[in-house]
């Protein structure tokens, strides 16, 4: 199971860091990704990290800006997201798989979305 919380309402410019917490498997043999779905649009790839911590990957859309990082001992993935701008406001959802790429159709377990709005 994965659980994620995090979300809110931010002014543009503002942070907000998401956590996805494991429970009943352990992540250091996943991968995990952080994916987002703004409404009328389809879900994408925000970041995804290794559950090794060693690879990571960001969409062209967040770089410089999210960190994804992992915390074995808790289990738990986080996407720190500094530099808000209104077209991050979107549903976001983390998940875990046997995976290469950080496309959402991959992946197997799933959390629940956090709703994440930023405000201009």
């Known amino acids: 199971q994965l659980q994620a919380s995090g979300g809110g309402l931010v002014q543009a410019g503002g942070s907000l860091r998401l956590s996805c917490a494991a429970s009943?498997?352990?992540?250091?043999?996943?991968?995990i990704g952080w994916f987002r779905q703004a409404p009328g649009k389809e879900r994408e790839g925000v970041s995804c990290?290794?559950?090794?911590?060693?690879?990571?990957y960001y969409a062209d859309s967040v770089k410089g800006r999210f960190t994804i990082s992992i915390d074995n001992a808790k289990n738990t993935v986080y996407l720190q997201m500094n530099s808000l701008k209104p077209e991050d406001t979107a549903v976001y959802y983390c998940?875990?798989?046997?995976?290469?790429?950080?496309?959402?159709?991959?992946?197997?377990?799933w959390g629940q979305g956090t709703e994440v709005t930023v405000s201009s």
């Open positions: 998940a875990a798989g046997d995976v290469v790429h950080c496309t959402p159709d991959e992946y197997d377990y």
């Open positions: 009943g498997f352990t992540l250091d043999y996943y991968v």
């Open positions: 990290i290794s559950g090794s911590g060693g690879s990571t």
